[in-house]
């Protein structure tokens, strides 16, 4: 059988960079000041590189390329910098300080990024006011890279946190600093605004019929191989199988570092590194008083294809936005005829806020490009890559340059979709079923939110993301790690979850596994509680103390014929604790699909890694934490083989 997780009750979702939140250890318990890495460097990246380019053969067009920072290369790791701390209970804590003499912002590059399970990373100002974090091994990929997002200021530590019971070596490899050009006081007294003055801040009420276009829109910030950083602006994509593959769109020029018209193997690799930011926006229309926060980010990428001739660039973000994210999947037609009269652009001027512009379509016999000026707001360098909406909300083009400014009646150009799409392999990347459609209407990034899943023969087509459905062979095989939710209840029926993919099933209320489900060998399926939103709202879950008890069935219905039996055989599936109730108030009992005597030891910790809670003679019974305080801990079941964690909630 494949590995069963399930997961029973609250799951916090981070309000920042993909994470799980908390707090840092050393915020609550005294530890001595860490060492320190001083960094005494000077930043020689220039503001913009001046480029020239040609619009099929024909128009010449100069444009500026913006470069926000430097990146400065580094050796540093827990082994050889850094303070170690062991605890009294036998875990330990690893800190290390960087301040650097220049720079506004501070971010971190790892090339060497690896946490075990069980295992915690912060990052932080050194005044405690900016938290990223907790990171753990769910940021893990197969590259092992790690972009954070930048930090205001010139002062940050890491706290690693690994509990005494982790053997397996932590790899926290930094190979470069970044900082973001300018002093610290000259970026305080600028401010974020760095665009002109006649951008129209995205989230203005006139334009809130573009709202879910809007979600689809992020910030790239770009990590160089020459050790510069700059933006661009990328569009989150359906395609059409809707299976919430969180692929991207952008500019073709974004990734050619060195200007020659390929996108070379070392650029491709280089989008590993690259960082991508949802959300960075005011909150209405004025300009707010103080910066926004660029932390619902999600680290790397990888390429997917690309092609000079329209300018367009598709790449798979590492991680799918996660629910709190609030993100959308725009749509887009491949056909000439739905260029429209008007429409939308919406865009990263010089990194700035989040900014929308409207548009006309001006007569051009350009073969590859349309051609377009602004009614209102306009663009700038940064702004790269961004989607252009036709009146009815579908992608058409992404921005390739242009003289369009505040001050000018000048024209931008964007990369024909269609071209793109018959010429140049785009039909290939977002339409991989082959189907002739010409248009997909977009798919909302909470749309997978339903208000309930019925995985049966595949009557949705939209589930079938590594699933096979027993009746429905000819649906094939789906190539992404698919994540469902439901606002009450997921069934699944007759499917099965194929090796070396991950899926997971997250319902408000309840996760139904009924005869001729089974996850196979070297499957990895995933199996909660939690609620999710939908819609034109910040995303976030509103939690209440009348929320009810939860459990997860893992078997409704005849057994016969089915690799999976009820939880008392227990015989079915590798894995799988429950907690339940959950949340409770200190009182909750464990199940465990293995006989008790293979459990080694069962231990309740607190967000920081405090053990709450231990026992090597587990024997079923009620556990009671009845002096507990509130709030958020981990129960981890021990045994030979590995140790299962899950998350409860003690009210």
């Known amino acids: 059988m494949g590995i069963l997780i399930v997961l029973v009750g609250f799951v916090r ?5 993909v994470s799980e939140g908390g707090t840092p250890y050393s915020f609550t318990n005294s530890l001595a000041a860490p060492a320190n890495y001083n960094m005494s460097v000077t930043i020689t990246a220039p503001e913009y590189e001046l480029l020239t380019d040609t619009l099929d053969g024909d128009t010449i067009i100069t444009y500026e390329n913006p470069i926000i920072g430097q990146l400065f290369p580094t050796a540093l790791a827990p082994s050889t910098h850094g303070t170690w701390t062991t605890l009294a209970n036998g875990d330990k804590v690893w800190r290390l300080r960087i301040n650097a003499n220049t720079g506004a912002y501070m971010m971190l590059v790892f090339n060497d990024f690896s946490l075990p399970v069980g295992t915690n990373l912060f990052i932080y100002s050194a005044d405690q006011t900016q938290v990223l974090g907790a990171f753990t091994s769910e940021n893990n990929n197969p590259q092992n890279t790690f972009t954070t997002t930048p930090i205001k200021g010139r002062d940050l530590i890491l706290e690693y946190y690994e509990p005494s019971y982790v053997t397996e070596a932590e790899h926290l490899g930094i190979q470069s600093i970044g900082l973001v050009t300018g002093t610290y006081e000259e970026v305080l007294e600028k401010g974020f605004g760095d665009s002109q003055s006649c951008m129209i801040n995205a989230k203005c ?8 276009e809007r979600r689809s829109v992020a910030l790239i910030i770009i990590i160089r191989s020459d050790n510069m950083m700059s ?3 990328g569009t989150l994509v359906t395609n059409e199988r809707r299976d919430g593959k969180p692929t991207f769109l952008t500019a073709f020029h974004c990734l050619d570092e060195n200007d020659n018209n390929s996108i070379s193997s070392s650029e491709q690799s280089q989008i590993q590194e690259w960082l991508f930011i949802f959300n960075y926006q005011s909150a209405n229309c004025s300009n707010p008083s103080t910066e926004p926060t660029q932390s619902y980010s999600i680290s790397g990428g990888s390429y997917l294809g690309a092609h000079k001739t329209t300018d367009y660039a598709l790449i798979q973000l590492y991680k799918k936005p996660p629910k709190n994210y609030n993100s959308f999947y725009a749509g887009w037609s491949n056909d000439e005829d739905d260029m429209t009269e008007t ?11 989040k900014k929308i512009s409207e548009w006309e379509k001006k007569i051009s016999l350009l073969p590859n490009y349309w051609r377009v000026k602004y009614t209102a707001g306009s663009t700038q360098p940064g702004s790269s890559g961004s989607a252009l909406f036709n009146s009815s909300g579908y992608i058409v083009g992404q921005l390739k340059m242009g003289q369009a400014e505040c001050d000018n009646n000048k024209s931008d150009y964007f990369g024909k979709f269609h071209k793109s799409w018959d010429n140049h392999g785009l039909r290939g990347l977002l339409n991989p079923n082959g189907s002739s459609s010409t248009y997909i209407s977009s798919m909302s990034g909470d749309e997978t939110c339903k208000e309930n899943w019925l995985f049966a023969s595949g009557s949705d087509l939209h589930t079938s993301a590594n699933v096979t459905f027993a009746n429905m062979a000819s649906l094939g095989t789906r190539q992404y790690d698919g994540v469902y939710n439901a606002k009450n209840t997921i069934v699944a029926q007759s499917v099965t979850i194929l090796a070396s993919t991950t899926v997971s099933f997250e319902a408000g209320k309840e996760v139904v596994l009924e005869h001729g489900f089974s996850a196979v060998d070297g499957s990895n399926f995933i199996a909660k509680i939690g609620d999710c939103e939908r819609g034109c709202g910040n995303g976030f879950k509103a939690t209440t103390a009348e929320e009810p008890e939860e459990r997860m069935v893992i078997f409704d219905g005849p057994s016969s014929g089915s690799n999976w039996t009820d939880r008392e055989g227990a015989s079915g599936f590798d894995g799988g604790v429950v907690v339940y109730p ?8 464990i199940e465990i699909p293995f006989n008790e005597r293979n459990v080694l030891a069962v231990r309740i910790t607190d967000q920081v890694g405090g053990m709450v809670y231990e026992t090597y003679a587990f024997d079923g019974k009620e556990i009671q934490l009845t002096n507990a305080s509130a709030g958020i801990y981990f129960v981890s079941v021990v045994t030979q083989e590995k140790t299962y964690t899950q998350k409860i909630i003690i009210r």
């Open 231 to 233: 933006t661009c602006t």
């Open 13 to 17: 979702e981070a309000s920042g960079q």
């Open 205 to 212: 009420s006139t334009y809130e019929g573009w709202c879910n």
């Open 343 to 353: 429409g939308v652009d919406i865009h990263h001027p010089k990194g700035d806020i």
């Open 582 to 589: 959950n949340p409770n108030d200190g009182r909750f009992n």
